[in-house]
């Protein structure tokens, strides 16, 4: 048996172009001919055929042929699941030992990514359907196998929207089949985790911590476990450090994964995180715990949230897709019946017409010979009849529409010309009115004009009316000058004031000052019986004045709920201590500055 011939890779990758073949036997058709090229290569004694097939089989385009046909198209809905996931181990197995020669950048940067991501998108699809576990185990497990061989793929399978979908699954197998794969490639090559980044490191150790965050199943847990003390083994100066920055890890082992028949493995973990930990007691304090529970509590907030809107997005598109996919069947079907529906009228059509030219066919036979062309001289006057009548029907309705149109015109031309009548009358006539009016008589009585001898003395009772009264407008000049003496004693003012604000302010802060220190030292205790921690508070004031701005706060708040005239007078028993902790009491209490309490700093 011979290898894959170049003609028969040539044939193949016709056929694959042709328009004819839907995606399904495309399918078919790859998976017989690379199925059958790969054993025939496998059974040849010189290891170095079945390289050469699969370089063969890249170079002349065919493996690109099967990415696009598992490559996600949601106008191909796919029927048959099993030949896709034979397909996609087919393809993983053909790239795993190509030597793409002078195409090794183009076969390594994008080929592997975009076979890597059909095998996943395919996977995601698979994980959907309950009847689809084991192709979905099939093709995870081409994952793999291509993994142990191009270790630079790890970064882009955890950081892949289609594996997140995969991790998001709410099945207890598919979890399980995830951490499954990444210990039998940790297993299989311990150069694996050496090929790696710390990024693609750190990504592996948090699939692996969040299965234990979120899963409750013994089987994921224990899993997980192993995976991380696998990873711990074979890179323990890479993965120690990663460890340490998960806060909380050793405590939720503890507390949640202990009794589940794997303790010594859970035991050896968390003494493989408490290594480091051990030999710095001083960060093991109760702040940094605190930090980590509050630091776990937001994660775990943040996460539940995530998943929620994502689970609602996905929901969402998922609904309108189906239904714009239900609109457009429907649309489709509706196009359909409408063609089917011409389609049948058509036929009856013609075939009433045939059964009408048979009936006078017979009709005709029927008849003796001297009478069938008075027969046929008969249909022709009919037909006439039925012409001559559609015809003078049509020209009588356009007769009749023709006129009633130069009726609307003609009635329209004689509204316009009575309007344009009446217009004009009404006009004359409200000018003829206008003038048998008698005119109005002036209001003026006397003469009709001014002489020069009254306009004279007009100008002289002016000018003494002027001199008598004189105006009092300024000048243009003197209101500017006035603008900038006004705008000049108006800055002085404002810089005045808020000198004076903050000399207040410097003034109050430094009594608050005085004020404090006189209350910490008239509360001091003895020096005999002084402790390290009262010497502490004693030098950082930060807790009296926390104490001291809590109490101001309460004050501010117990005053804005008390009535009006309630403040007209002394507020001083107001404010009192008693006071003060019943609204501290009714508030629940106050965090200010790390201060839990009724002004006692925390330890």
């Given at each position: 048996m011979e290898p894959l011939e170049e003609a028969e890779v040539t044939e193949l990758k016709r056929q694959l172009e042709e328009e004819d073949l839907d995606p399904e036997q495309k399918i078919s058709l790859l998976n017989n001919t690379l199925n059958q090229a790969l054993k025939m290569a496998a059974l040849q004694t010189d290891g170095s055929t079945l390289t050469a097939v699969k370089s063969q089989l890249y170079l002349s385009g065919v493996l690109s042929h099967c990415v696009v046909l598992l490559s996600p198209d949601p106008r191909r809905p796919r029927g048959n699941w099993g030949a896709a996931a034979t397909l996609a181990q087919l393809t993983s197995s053909c790239c795993v030992g190509v030597e793409p020669g002078k195409q090794s950048q183009t076969f390594h940067r994008l080929f592997l990514p975009s076979v890597m991501n059909s095998l996943l998108s395919l996977a995601s699809q698979l994980m959907r359907r309950a009847e689809c576990v084991s192709l979905f185990r099939k093709v995870m497990d081409s994952v793999g196998w291509l993994l142990r061989a191009h270790s630079q793929l790890t970064t882009q399978v955890l950081s892949s929207v289609h594996y997140e979908q995969i991790q998001m699954c709410d099945d207890v197998s598919v979890s399980l089949l995830c951490i499954q794969m990444w210990i039998q490639i940790c297993s299989a090559s311990r150069d694996f985790l050496s090929g790696l980044s710390d990024d693609s490191v750190l990504l592996l150790l948090n699939e692996a911590v969040g299965q234990l965050a979120v899963s409750s199943d013994s089987s994921v847990g224990g899993a997980s476990v192993r995976l991380i003390l696998l990873m711990a083994n074979q890179q323990e100066l890479r993965v120690q450090p990663l460890l340490h920055s998960f806060r909380g890890l050793d405590s939720l082992l503890d507390k949640d994964w202990r009794g589940r028949s794997f303790d010594q493995d859970v035991d050896q973990l968390i003494a493989l995180i408490q290594s480091d930990t051990r030999s710095h007691p001083k960060a093991c304090t109760e702040r940094v715990r605190a930090a980590s529970v509050i630091q776990a509590a937001w994660r775990s907030y943040q996460t539940r949230r995530r998943v929620k809107s994502l689970n609602r997005a996905v929901s969402t598109l998922q609904r309108k897709y189906r239904a714009r996919r239900r609109q457009q069947?429907?649309?489709?079907?509706?196009?359909?019946?409408?063609?089917?529906?011409?389609?049948?009228?058509?036929?009856?059509?013609?075939?009433?017409?045939?059964?009408?030219?048979?009936?006078?066919?017979?009709?005709?036979?029927?008849?003796?010979?001297?009478?069938?062309?008075?027969?046929?001289?008969?249909?022709?006057?009919?037909?006439?009849?039925?012409?001559?009548?559609?015809?003078?029907?049509?020209?009588?309705?356009?007769?009749y529409n023709n006129t009633h149109r130069h009726t609307l015109r003609q009635t329209h031309t004689r509204q316009q010309a009575a309007r344009t009548l009446q217009r004009a009358v009404r006009c004359f006539l409200d000018k003829r009115r206008a003038e048998k009016v008698p005119p109005t008589p002036p209001f003026w009585i006397g003469q009709h004009g001014l002489t020069d001898s009254r306009r004279v003395e007009l100008r002289r009772q002016v000018e003494e009316h002027i001199s008598l009264h004189p105006s009092s407008r300024v000048s243009r000049q003197e209101c500017e000058r006035l603008h900038e003496e006004v705008q000049l004693l108006l800055l002085s003012e404002l810089q005045g004031g808020d000198r004076r604000r903050r000399e207040e302010l410097r003034v109050e802060a430094l009594l608050a000052h005085t004020h404090t220190q006189l209350e910490l030292l008239r509360e001091a205790p003895p020096l005999s019986t002084?402790?390290?921690?009262?010497?502490?508070?004693?030098?950082?004031?930060?807790?009296?004045?926390?104490?001291?701005?809590?109490?101001?706060?309460?004050?501010?708040?117990?005053?804005?709920?008390?009535?009006?005239?309630?403040?007209?007078?002394?507020?001083?028993?107001?404010?009192?201590?008693?006071?003060?902790?019943?609204?501290?009491?009714?508030l629940g209490g106050l965090f200010v500055g790390g201060s839990v309490g009724v002004g006692q700093p925390e330890d």
């Open positions: 069947q429907q649309q489709k079907e509706a196009q359909q019946w409408d063609e089917e529906l011409k389609y049948q009228v058509c036929v009856r059509r013609q075939q009433a017409r045939r059964l009408f030219h048979q009936k006078q066919r017979q009709l005709l036979q029927l008849l003796p010979p001297d009478q069938v062309q008075s027969y046929l001289q008969e249909c022709e006057r009919r037909a006439a009849v039925v012409i001559q009548s559609f015809w003078k029907g049509f020209r009588e309705r356009q007769r002084v402790t390290l921690k009262d010497s502490e508070s004693f030098l950082s004031p930060s807790g009296p004045i926390a104490a001291r701005a809590r109490d101001s706060h309460n004050a501010t708040l117990q005053a804005s709920r008390l009535p009006w005239w309630r403040t007209l007078g002394d507020t001083a028993d107001m404010f009192s201590p008693s006071h003060l902790q019943e609204l501290e009491a009714e």
